[in-house]
């Protein structure tokens, strides 16, 4: 009952119509499907570059695309509210306590659960004048599918239609229900939870895997139980991997967040909203109940400290917005280490692509080193097997280890000994 994470690389890439600045065969990305993921593996490759959409992987190319995206995170635990952040906040305090709606009749409830939530932020934030009413999140797995979500299912879906023809522009061919579900329910993520133990304990393991009576490849200690060791026994109560938090008013889907609970992080996936409400701000909203999200996750789960917004694309202004989370980091291209957005802009103001970290000698810990392509796991004809066994009984072609050399660069050599390549 391990665990383990199963993909395909795709080494052939086109370049793509860029959605940014919409040149035709720009953008340029490397991609893998995944179809399953540890909740770990995916935080380290997030924390390369990578991010998904539905079970499918990509890493842009950021020296080679037009529109370089930088993997943002916001550092959650010490956010603070902007003036038009806390605007927002206030015209939605007031909508929901009824001075902004005509209709008047039942906005009468109890203190919303959202204001405490949101002066968690820790800045001194203007109450409601009068009892609000209440925007109910509703935390709900996605994957693998749980009754809540089967049951709120057509319902998500029509509210999608609705946001990307009102919002986006999208035709109603460009948002069918089994398009919706590739993107944004359908997920590699195994559903993981801490308060249950693995049948076989805490610890280091060898994993064999015979073959016609032979050991083909053993794992040596893999860690996937490590997000156990690491997180004491309390984890998040949902457990990690893909949901969606469904915001209600009223009995009213107003809104939908896709999000990844991951060891590190909450990860932003999608949001939309009912067009209806987009004088709200909602977009915003949800960001600021994401990261008050996981501030409260955080309380469960100490390792468990950012909010990832995706990607934020410093040479597309409609997507400078990401960066007005304060405080955020950007991921270097190179050696993929943190650092302050406010150091990092000037150079993207001088140079779309630009190498982050400052130190010239920091390095990619994790660039693959002489030998490591032999340690890769590779999934062939039903058994696993080291690509160095694999290399000896299937194929030695040049063109299979130039690949998996290049794979072996954008995944990195730690994660590449985790993931089974599907060969
Ligand atoms: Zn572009």
């Not at 998904?52 to 080679?64: E, F, M, N, Q």
């Not at 089994?178 to 133990?197: A, D, M, R």
């Not at 990832?308 to 405080?327: D, E």
């Amino acid at each position: 009952m391990m665990s383990v994470s199963i993909i395909e690389y795709y080494a052939e890439h086109e370049r793509y119509k860029c959605g940014y600045c919409k040149k035709p065969d720009t953008s340029y990305s490397h991609g893998i499907w995944a179809h399953t993921m540890t909740v770990s593996d995916y935080q380290d490759l997030i924390d390369r570059g990578w991010r998904r959409s539905g079970k499918y992987c990509y890493k842009p190319t950021l020296d080679v695309t037009c529109c370089p995206s930088y993997t943002i995170r916001c550092k959650a635990l010490d956010f603070k509210l902007t003036k038009s952040q806390k605007k927002i906040l206030k015209r939605i305090n007031k909508f929901l306590s009824g001075e902004a709606e005509q209709d008047k009749d039942e906005r009468r409830m109890s203190t919303s659960q959202s204001y405490e939530q949101i002066e968690n932020l820790g800045e001194q934030f203007v109450a409601p004048k009068q009892d609000p009413q209440m925007i109910n999140i509703k935390l709900v797995r996605t994957t693998p599918p749980s009754g809540e979500w089967l049951a709120s299912a057509k319902q998500t879906h029509e509210l999608y239609v609705k946001y990307q023809m009102k919002v986006h522009g999208d035709t109603p061919d460009k948002c069918t229900e089994p398009k919706f579900k590739e993107f944004l329910v359908h997920s590699p993520l195994l559903e993981e939870h801490s308060e249950v133990g693995p049948p076989s304990g805490y610890g280091s393991f060898h994993q064999q895997y015979w073959l016609d009576g032979k050991i083909l490849y053993a794992f040596k200690s893999r860690n996937i139980w490590s997000i156990k060791e690491e997180h004491s026994e309390v984890g998040p109560p949902s457990g990690y991997g893909s949901f969606h938090q469904q915001y209600w008013l009223d009995g009213k889907m107003l809104a939908v967040g896709v999000i990844d609970i991951l060891p590190k992080c909450v990860s932003s996936v999608y949001f939309f909203y009912d067009p209806d409400y987009m004088h709200l701000n909602l977009g915003t909203y949800g960001a600021l109940r994401e990261i008050a999200f996981t501030r409260n996750l955080h309380t469960l789960c100490p390792e468990l400290k950012y909010y990832y917004l995706g990607f934020y694309i410093h040479s597309c202004c409609k997507m400078r917005y990401k960066g007005n989370f304060h405080p955020s980091d950007l991921l270097c291209p190179e050696t993929f280490k943190w650092f302050p957005i406010e150091y990092c802009l000037p150079k993207l103001n001088s140079s779309p692509y630009s190498r982050l970290d400052n130190d010239i000698d920091s390095v990619d810990e994790n660039y693959p080193k002489q030998g490591d392509i032999n340690f890769i796991p590779i999934h062939y004809k039903g058994s696993v097997l080291l690509y160095k066994v694999y290399k000896k009984k299937v194929s030695k072609s040049r063109r299979n280890s130039e690949e998996l050399d290049e794979y072996l660069r954008l995944v990195g050599s730690k994660t590449a000994k985790n993931l089974v390549l599907v060969r």
